[in-house]
Structures are given as structure tokens and as C-alpha cells.
């Protein structure tokens, strides 16, 4: 942990704020008129995952925190734990599925690569790839002809989460998914 001026943070790194570990989302400075600069700053917080907006000027002094990311590879879910492997070492951990946000659960597939956010030795965050690729395992068939419109509807993929896709998807498609917020990315090979 070091002490640094808010102005040599950078996007992705956590610092101690409120006595909380929060992580730079985004930032950028602004001036306006004859006012001093300051930077509008974005902080996750590192464990509950909500995003806040805070104002800093760039000489307030902020305590920096040293975070190591570690790849895994996540392997299956038991009771409430998440079961990952260390590629490199066959090691498996187990991590609690409260350290992946909620909205991200239903998008954990075997076999995935995965990043594991860690605090000297102790798991912090799991954070997931910005998108997946998933088979479809139940899509409803769309109205025949009913392609006046931008027609969505809801699919089950292969982990049982439900989300909202194109009316031309079908049964056995493979699709990509971005794990923030289930938003349908296309279809694979296209």
C-alpha cells in the first residue's frame, strides 16, 4: 500500500477510500471557467460491485492498493462455492460466489478463463471475460414472417440463464453473450 497523489492513479487500479477498497472504473479531469481542475472520478467497489461517482482534486492524497490478478480456469460450481484451477499448477481453489456479481452467476461455463483478483493471498473479486460464447439449449420459435419489427426473445443457454436475443436464433445456435449485462453480441462464426 503507498501513498500517491490522485492525479498519478490510473483506470484500473483500487485505492482505500472511506476505509473501502474501491477500483478506478474511469476518470477524467475538468475545469470549468476559473475554477480549479478536478477529476470526476468512477470507483467500483472492489467486493459489492456498485459503481459511484466521486469529485477529487488532483493533489488529494489517496492510498493506492496492490492488487494481483491470477488467470484460472473456472471448473464447476459446489453449493455456493465456485470451484477454479490454476492452469499452471492443477491447484484447485474454492471461492465463494458472493466475489462474482450477482447479474454474472448465470454466465459462469465450465472451462472458462477467468481472472482472480487477490489482496496478498486473499481472493477479493472474481471477474469474468467481457463476453462469452454459449450454446443455446431452448429458443422459442419466432411467428413466421414477423420480421417487421426488431423481434427479441427470450433463449436459455447452456449454464440455465435466460436471456433476451433476436428473433432468428434457434435451438443449437452458438451465441457470443456480454457477461455485464447478458446483452446478446451475435452469433458465433458470423
Do not use: C
Not at 11 to 25: D, K, P, Q, R, T
Request: aromatic letters at 8%.
Amino acid at each position: 500500500m503507498a501513498n500517491m497523489k490522485m492525479r498519478d492513479v490510473k483506470v484500473g487500479e483500487a485505492i482505500m477510500y472511506n476505509n473501502e477498497i474501491w477500483v478506478i472504473f474511469d476518470r477524467h479531469e475538468q475545469t470549468r471557467g476559473n475554477l480549479r481542475t478536478y477529476w470526476q472520478v468512477k470507483l467500483k467497489h472492489l467486493e459489492r460491485g456498485n459503481v459511484v461517482e466521486q469529485r477529487f482534486s488532483p493533489d488529494d492524497n489517496v492510498e493506492k492498493i496492490m492488487l494481483n490478478r491470477q488467470e484460472y480456469e473456472y471448473l464447476y460450481k459446489d453449493g455456493d462455492m465456485f470451484v477454479v484451477m490454476d492452469p499452471k499448477t492443477f491447484e484447485q481453489t474454492f471461492v465463494s460466489e458472493t466475489l462474482v456479481p450477482e447479474a454474472q452467476r448465470g454466465f459462469m461455463v465450465p472451462n472458462m478463463k477467468l481472472s482472480l483478483l487477490k489482496i496478498e493471498e486473499r481472493v477479493v473479486q472474481v471477474e469474468l471475460p467481457l463476453v462469452i460464447e454459449v450454446d443455446v439449449i431452448d429458443a422459442p420459435e419466432g411467428a413466421r414472417g414477423d420480421t417487421a419489427t426488431s423481434v427479441t426473445k427470450l433463449a436459455t443457454i447452456e449454464t440455465g440463464a435466460e436471456v433476451r436475443v433476436p428473433g432468428h436464433i434457434r435451438k443449437g445456435d452458438k451465441i457470443k453473450i456480454r457477461t455485464e449485462d447478458g446483452e446478446f453480441r451475435g452469433r458465433v462464426g458470423q
